[in-house]
């Protein structure tokens, strides 16, 4: 096995942060963890302490999948030197999230090292109310006459097939995962051909699954902290 020197990780918020705070009535909460305020030790700051490496978490609440590939294409690009003996983890969310790829515009418009981001929602006004993103031309022609659900799995598994052979190409490793990208309208979107894609014990490719096989009072909110450390011992055993 290639000995790796950091791990850089990307995703929505299952990446981003563990939650002991959605869901306290869980056996295994966290009452030290019990609210939003500040970051929470994720799978990556445990898999980073077995590996006795350092690492890097890209991952921000509400990311959509061109985030999280954009974001790990620009840290190869930035890091080409480091990331060859760097291990990539990447989360998968809903694929009905919709980012605009500008590095330097957050939602708000504001000129930030950011992504400019917005969740797909049933309209343009529902949309415009809760995000302020400029209202111009191309994004409502986008929204009104080109997305769809069956379009946006054709598109975003495009992309994390391509990514894949960018990493194939320039010999590079990234686990893929599966976070929320099993709801989008009730249906999962399959990625297993496409990349390296992460399988739990219980032969679920999706995490919020096998969380729920060892405790079934999970109701489908955020990971805990203790769900990031079964994660991380899991990766682990899998890199191993």
Known sequence: MLKYKNIVTSGCSFVHSSKDIDEPHRPTHDPNLNTNKGYKPTF???LAEKMNIPFTNLGIGGAGVRYTIYSLLDWIQK????????????????????????????????????WGRIQLYDTVEERDTIFKLPKDNYTRWYWENIHNDEEAVFELRGLIEMFNSYLRVNNLRCIFFNTVNDDIRENEVDISDICELFTFPNNTPYWRRYIRSYDDTYNWHHPNKHDHMVFADLLYDYIN
């Open 79 to 114: 890091n080409k030197e480091k990331s060859k003996d760097t291990l990539f983890i990447c989360g998968v969310t809903n694929f009905n999230r919709f980012e605009f790829v500008n590095r330097k515009l957050n939602k708000y418009g504001k000129e930030i090292n950011f």
């Open 44 to 46: 990556a700051d445990f």
